[in-house]
């Protein structure tokens, strides 16, 4: 028995190792772990030279030149890398199955119940730095549905998940229908939950009346609105055109809920109004627009982020696979520096602003001492566009590194030249040249 029982541990183990060992990335210890790097960016605080970043239990517990390695602590020797906070995806649909339902008015779904762990979107997303993202139901909708922000790494949604109630989605037009539409739909949806409500309140007279509570549980359907309304959730309000921003505004102004406008490209004419309400906005992965000018008839070029940033308005970054560059936040951040956004702003945008957006920046968006560990390490300064992320650390644990990466490894393999096909002798070849002379007559 005694013998039979250590055969059975010992193939349990087996087993283990050979499972772990097939895993194309498996987490590192969340035990003491100090980077020693060539640039340190903290967003919250200046930029460090040749510094150390040192976590345990997964908090970042100190961060600088004179940092005190403990002798316990893993080492990562990395003086040519570039550490800082991971990216932040304030707004996207992608890792769902599908973006919306084909009922407008579904207020009560959450993305959480289309998310697709497996999904290629999150390894890609985790391969380029990111580290939270907020995924929603998209823009063809009334209401949405809510939100879920995640970490793009997990075999499950409860692994993933950082905040599992974030965000109800709103659109201000749907596709095919005007926006006059939309808003009478959106007024006569209030106007029932008003009543649900009050209906509500005067059952619940009667029960107290009568030295009682009310067992009825509020209607999950309604639930989200009602929260929206209690300013428990923001509205992530999506606006196609400038026309569609000054009527959110006045939908949060009348209804009295925190709102986020989501930015189509047409939307930068609208950038002063934003400004002037101290807005959080999102702008479109497409950062730039062209537009007809009206007098001349010629098409102008309009950079979003320098009409925002000129404007003074307060916004952050999302990525898309809309173009290559749209695809990478850092490459969002280096555009807009290049046309006159500060580098501080312009780093801000792909992390800070996010996370406050989102109201993780108590765990994500800078390096700060207590802070969690979610940082990424890059092969040069974010806005080179030579350079790459090469780890990824979530919660002090390292769970992406670039040089153990085999499907990038497969995808940035050279092609293989085709097999050359053997060439007849000469000989050979003379002599069916020979035969094919035409005879003299």
């Not at 210890?29 to 640039?39: D, E, F, H, I, Q």
């Not at 290629?120 to 993202?133: P, Q, T």
């Not at 921003?245 to 939908?251: F, G, M, S, T």
């Not at 906005?281 to 730039?288: A, D, K, V």
């Amino acid at each position: 028995m005694r013998t039979r029982s250590i055969q059975f541990v010992a193939a349990a183990l087996l087993s283990a190792a050979l499972l772990s060992a097939a895993l194309p990335c498996v987490a590192q210890s969340r035990a003491k772990t100090a980077l020693k790097v060539g640039k340190i960016i903290p967003i919250a605080s200046p930029e460090i030279t040749n510094g150390v970043v040192l976590v345990e239990n997964g908090l970042v517990t100190a961060l600088g030149t004179n940092v005190e390695i403990p002798w316990d602590a893993n080492v990562l020797d990395l003086p040519d890398r570039v550490v800082m906070p991971g990216f932040i995806e304030p707004h996207t649909w992608r890792g769902m199955d599908r973006p919306n339902e084909n009922v407008p008015e579904v207020p009560f779904v959450t993305a959480a119940d289309a998310l697709e762990p497996l999904s290629s979107y999150f390894e890609d997303a985790l391969r380029d730095g990111i580290v939270a993202e907020l995924v929603i139901p998209g823009n063809d909708t009334l209401f949405g549905g809510t939100g879920i922000v995640v970490r793009p790494y997990g075999m499950t949604v409860e692994e993933m998940t950082v905040r599992p109630y974030t965000g109800l989605k709103l659109s201000m037009r749907r596709g095919g229908d005007s926006r006059m539409g939309q808003l009478a739909r959106f007024r006569k949806y209030m106007v029932e939950l008003q009543d649900y409500q009050e209906e509500r309140k005067r059952k619940e007279a009667v029960a107290k009346g009568k030295g009682e509570k009310l067992d009825e549980e509020i209607d999950n359907r309604k639930q989200p609105v009602i929260d929206l309304l209690d300013r428990k959730l923001k509205a992530f309000v999506y606006c196609e055109t400038a026309a569609d921003v000054p009527r959110a505004i006045q939908l949060a102004d009348e209804y009295k809920f925190d709102l986020v406008l989501v930015l189509g490209e047409d939307c930068w004419k609208a950038a002063k109004l934003i400004a002037e309400r101290k807005l959080p906005c999102i702008l479109p992965p497409q950062l730039e627009t062209w537009e007809t000018n009206e007098a001349t008839h010629e098409e102008e070029r309009k950079i979003l982020p320098k009409i925002f940033t000129e404007a003074g308005a307060h916004f952050a970054f999302q990525t898309d696979f809309v173009t290559y560059g749209s695809r990478f936040p850092w490459f969002q951040a280096a555009f807009a520096v290049r046309y006159g956004m500060s580098r501080d702003e312009a780093l801000k945008a792909i992390t800070l602003y996010p996370a406050q957006l989102l109201n993780i920046d108590d765990r994500f968006g800078s390096l700060e001492k207590g802070k969690e560990a979610n940082l990424i390490v890059l092969t040069g300064d974010p806005l080179e566009a030579t350079s790459w992320v090469d780890k990824v650390m979530l919660g002090g644990e390292i769970v992406y590194e670039r040089d153990k990466d085999k499907r990038l490894k497969k995808l940035l393999e050279p092609p293989k030249k085709p097999e050359a096909k053997d060439e007849p002798k000469e000989e050979q070849k003379s002599d069916d040249a020979k035969k094919e002379e035409p005879k003299p007559e």
